[in-house]
Nanobody, 114 residues
Framework: QVQLVESGGGLVQPGGSLRLSCAAS????????MRWYRQAPGKQRELVAQ???????HYADSMKGRFAISRDNAKNTVYLQMNSLKPEDTAVYYC????????WGQGTQVTVSS
């Protein structure tokens, strides 16, 4: 099993930046893939970005060039750097670990508004 704790959400103005963190309860090198998802009100949860144990990254098209996923293996933490934020990025952001099962954090709210 893996416990995940997200942090770093909040209120930011359009064009601003935030960095989300996801702390895992065990080594992320043993986890096949770490992912960030988001869910806006009234919408389905969607994949934002992924980083594999081997370091490969993948982004949803609408996030390419604005978001960056990274990790600190020593801290068992995955990050999501979000730049040039737009109101449509407003959502609850969830961390997910794909290993022998699929594990979720509790989510962190990101609100982009002036």
């Amino acid at each position: 099993q893996v416990q995940l704790v997200e942090s770093g959400g909040g209120l930011v103005q359009p064009g601003g930046s935030l960095r989300l963190s996801c702390a895992a309860s065990r080594s992320i090198l043993s986890i096949t893939a770490m992912r960030w998802y988001r869910q806006a009100p009234g919408k389905q949860r969607e994949l934002v970005a992924q980083i594999t144990a081997g370091g490969s990254t993948h982004y949803a098209d609408s996030m390419k060039g604005r978001f960056a996923i990274s990790r600190d293996n020593a801290k068992n933490t995955v990050y999501l750097q979000m730049n040039s934020l737009k109101p449509e990025d407003t959502a609850v952001y969830y961390c997910n670990a794909l290993t022998s099962g699929s594990y979720w954090g509790q989510g962190t709210q990101v609100t982009v508004s002036s």
